[in-house]
């Protein structure tokens, strides 16, 4: 990682060249897309505005002349610098000139907002486009008998409700981490140890949390009786308590012996029990917000 933030620092023809290379592997392997918006960010967040601009101008070509030789269409390459480059070129410039991790991870919840009124205005009702394309995956359940056929179809019902939200909070989420690792980046070229200082010190302001703790009832809460919309902005809101609950599990574990087994633990929980552990550490974040556990784990540990 050390040499491909090294290779990105060293011009334009460099950061071009990564950030390019890794979006179109990212047609492959999706999650290689936020390394390649990470490349863009690092940029903007070591060499501000102009240098960031240039990295994006070359690499929206460079998308733009491969897209037009393997579908014979360039267009794609401006919904990427769209979609994926530019709002963390945003956040990046707004965090190099704030200073401040958690006002600019507030701030991504906008992008959030912006992907669920997208949905509404291109879609016009999500919830329906997304219970006719999870019908597919409903019938194998019922092909392969492990559900019956009512059971499928209030499954999908179900999960095509908060769908939305869903693709709202996995798109601001990918946008969040490609900051990070950006920041991560520059901390270990320039600044080592403070990428996890800052993220150690992420902390929500109380309206967000108070906006999370609503969204969160409301997704808890039986029935129909909260409108689909509101559900959906509301999931928005729970992402960055979720990354605040992170931030907890490292500050805490920080001042423990064997750190990396616990984060490793951690992590490993979330891969395996994702649901649970999601809502675990949203929950964490939320009471983080005015409990603040990393300070009374600091004057247990020095009292």
């Avoid at 490609?178 to 901390?187: F, T, V």
């Avoid at 967000?208 to 009786?225: I, K, N, Q, S, T």
Wanted: glycine residues 8%.
């Amino acid at each position: 990682m050390k040499a491909l933030a090294s290779f990105v620092m060293r011009g334009t023809s460099q950061s071009a060249m990564a950030t390019t290379g890794l979006t179109m592997l990212s047609l492959v392997f999706p999650f290689i897309g936020i390394l390649g918006s990470a490349c863009a960010g690092l940029v903007f967040l070591r060499q501000g505005m102009s240098a960031g601009i240039k990295t994006l101008l070359l690499s929206t070509l460079a998308i733009a002349l491969l897209m037009w030789v393997i579908i014979g269409n360039p267009l794609p390459a401006v919904g990427i610098l769209l979609v994926f480059w530019l709002p963390v070129a945003l956040l990046g410039m707004l965090l190099r000139n704030t200073m401040s991790l958690a006002f600019t991870t507030q701030v991504a919840i906008g992008f959030g907002l912006l992907v669920v009124l997208v949905q509404y205005i291109v879609l016009s009702d999500p919830a329906a486009f997304w219970q006719e394309y999870l019908q597919p995956l409903g019938q194998r359940f019922v092909d392969t008998g492990l559900l019956d056929q009512s059971q499928s179809q209030q499954l999908v019902e179900q999960i095509s409700v908060v769908m939305c939200g869903v693709v709202a909070v996995v798109y601001m989420l990918q946008l969040v981490s490609s900051l990070y690792l950006a920041r991560w980046w520059q901390a270990v070229l320039y600044n080592p140890g403070g990428f996890a200082k800052e993220f150690h010190q992420l902390r929500v302001h109380r309206v967000v949390g108070v906006v999370g703790v609503l969204a969160l009832l409301f997704l808890l809460m039986p029935g129909e009786r909260i409108p689909v919309t509101l559900n959906c902005m509301g999931a928005v809101f729970l992402g960055v308590p979720f990354l605040q609950g992170l931030a907890v599990a490292h500050g805490v574990f920080n001042g423990m012996k064997s750190v990396q087994l616990w984060l490793v633990l951690v992590y490993l929980l979330l891969i395996v029990f994702m649901p649970q552990m999601v809502m675990a550490l949203t929950v964490i974040g939320l009471m983080d917000v005015w409990i603040d556990f990393r300070a009374r784990f600091r004057q247990r540990q020095s009292g």
